[in-house]
């Protein structure tokens, strides 16, 4: 099928005009939210986390604010993923450290995002549902106008694809993540897999996330991934845990399968063994191969982000039109670097340029095609 196909690859500058903070300033937005409001946190929660840096990583607290993540999660997922302790932490230690900081920075976005102004993530949301609607009636075999990669956990674009459905398309499509998903809440029938709801006669949203979401839970026992769009159930878990219900069913109630939160932390050696994110990294690499134009919407295409890169490189056709959007002026060091990043990369494919912002784009350029 050679047909005219947009992908949108979301970067951290999709969300931030919403008002989400950058990665690199979260773990100095977990202090900030315990000052201004410390009943936001579990009880004791953000003590623990200024011990383990204090204690574990020997930060002095006057040099909390600027610990990168990557640095938190590059030994502790190492040691886990190699069974071995983190200095003076056993594996179970080390294990317990990483839920605590998984729940601080979930609980971190959720706050920084309560009160976003997300008018132009609604829009998009619009555009791509409405897009989207044209696979209806089974004409999915030939018509597949557009899909977005995500490299963000929030769930501000989830919310608004969801939003829309429920307000034009109720019980007609669904948001699909291109993964095997079952609904957290046993009886909502609006959580289905896109291609049940393709045999419906209906349709999906396809958002591929590539480094997981604040709404999804996976079980350590069968592998089940669970997805709900009424609470961000990867932060509600380190308070309140919560079982399998397949497995509970088939094994009884045990601690086994407890489900856990499996987002990609930013660290050099991501594990992307999980078979829910190899099935999501392999549609990612179909939709790329599909598009005739790519809109990379805050994404600054960093060295580190190899992963990426590699699909990039292996996936985008050479004959895909190739558009940037980004904020700021040519002028800035940090503009300037990054359109020579993309020049480099993309070479013969030469990017286009939009650096009027998120919003901006959204609300002007959308449909010029
Ligand atoms: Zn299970």
């Not at 071995?84 to 959720?110: M, P, Q």
């Not at 008018?119 to 557009?146: C, E």
């Not at 996976?218 to 309140?240: M, S």
Request: glycine share 6%; with cysteine; proline share 4%.
């Amino acid at each position: 099928m050679m047909t005219d196909k947009t992908v949108y690859v979301l970067g951290a500058g999709f969300s931030k005009e919403a008002s989400a903070p950058a990665q690199e300033e979260l773990v100095k937005q977990i202090f900030e939210i315990d000052r201004d409001n410390p009943g936001e946190f579990e009880d004791g929660s953000v003590k623990k986390f200024r011990s383990f840096l204090t204690n574990i990583l020997l930060v002095p607290q006057k040099l909390h604010d600027s610990v990168p993540l990557e640095d938190i999660f590059t030994p502790l997922d190492r040691c886990i993923a190699d069974n071995v302790s983190f200095r003076n932490l056993s594996v179970k230690e080390t294990l317990k450290a990483r839920d605590l900081i998984y729940y601080l920075i979930g609980k971190t976005l959720e706050c920084t995002l309560r009160s976003s102004q997300k008018d132009y993530i609604d829009q998009f949301a619009k555009y791509i549902t409405d897009k989207s609607s044209t696979r209806r009636g089974h004409r999915y075999a030939n018509l597949d106008p557009v899909s977005v990669i995500s490299t963000n956990w929030d769930t501000l674009l989830d919310d608004s694809i969801k939003s829309q459905i429920s307000a034009h398309y109720p019980g007609e499509a669904v948001v699909d993540y291109c993964c095997h998903f079952s609904s957290f809440e046993s009886n909502d029938q609006s959580v289905m897999p896109g291609l049940e709801m393709l045999g419906l006669g209906g349709f999906s949203v396809k958002l591929l996330k590539l480094h997981g979401s604040l709404n999804w839970l996976q079980c350590p026992k069968c592998l089940r991934l669970y997805v709900d769009f009424h609470n961000r159930i990867a932060i509600g878990q380190y308070v309140t845990p919560v079982n399998c219900r397949y497995c509970d069913t088939q094994f009884g109630v045990q601690s086994s399968h407890k489900l856990i939160s499996n987002l990609i932390m930013p660290t050099f050696l991501k594990n992307f063994s999980n078979p829910q994110y190899k099935l999501v990294w392999q549609a990612a690499g179909i939709e790329l191969s599909e598009a005739s134009r790519i809109v990379f919407i805050g994404y600054s295409l960093p060295q580190a982000d190899f992963e990426m890169r590699q699909l990039l490189a292996r996936m985008v056709r050479k004959d895909a039109r190739i558009v940037v959007v980004d904020y700021g002026s040519p002028d800035e060091h940090r503009i300037a670097e990054k359109m020579k990043r993309y020049e480099v990369f993309f070479g013969k494919r030469k990017p286009q340029f939009y650096l009027e912002g998120a919003r901006n784009y959204i609300q002007n350029h959308l449909d010029e095609e």
